[in-house]
């Protein structure tokens, strides 16, 4: 109940921020978006308040998001659904993301590798979970750009 209230409220402080022709529609679409945020934070348990304050946090404010939403209109661009217009925002943070992993694997990879070289590590495991990351990295973009072709 107070998860639902949490929502609600949010969507609404987004909504009354958009113009009235395309209120439903974004509230619609906001709170399936939210809902299926929430399941996807609970890993298939059911979705608890803190899953639902990640959820608001990650889309962000709800004055972003409206602002997010009339800039894509008046642009021109069609906005389709909710979820292409918050998608900037992800598609922010997911390369923040992709940038931090990078830089710290190629640092595990050459530190394991001074290491070795000045023998003063014996062990390859950060040459090993450097490795690791930079493969993450690519399976998780390819599987993105799988996904994105998809969708289109």
């Known amino acids: 109940m107070l998860i639902d209230r949490k929502v609600a409220g949010y969507v609404r402080a987004v909504t009354n921020q958009v113009p009235l022709r ?18 996807e934070y609970a ?16 889309l962000g404010t709800p004055e972003e998001v409206a602002a997010a939403y009339i800039e894509t209109k008046q642009s021109g661009k069609k906005p389709g659904r909710t979820r292409e217009f918050l998608a900037s925002r992800s598609g922010r ?18 530190f394991g590798l001074i290491g070795l070289g000045t023998q003063t590590i014996s062990t390859m495991l950060p040459i090993f ?14 599987v993105l750009t799988t996904m994105e072709l998809q969708e289109s």
């Open 129 to 142: 979970l450097g490795v690791v990351i930079a493969l993450m990295i690519v399976l998780m973009r390819s």
């Open 22 to 39: 395309d209120r439903g529609r974004v509230d619609r679409e906001l709170t399936d978006l939210i809902y299926e945020m929430m399941k």
């Open 93 to 110: 943070m997911l390369r923040l993301v992709y940038t931090i992993l990078t830089v710290l694997a190629v640092c595990l990879v050459a």
């Open 43 to 58: 890993g298939g348990k059911e979705p608890d308040i803190l899953d639902c304050r990640d959820a608001l946090r990650d």
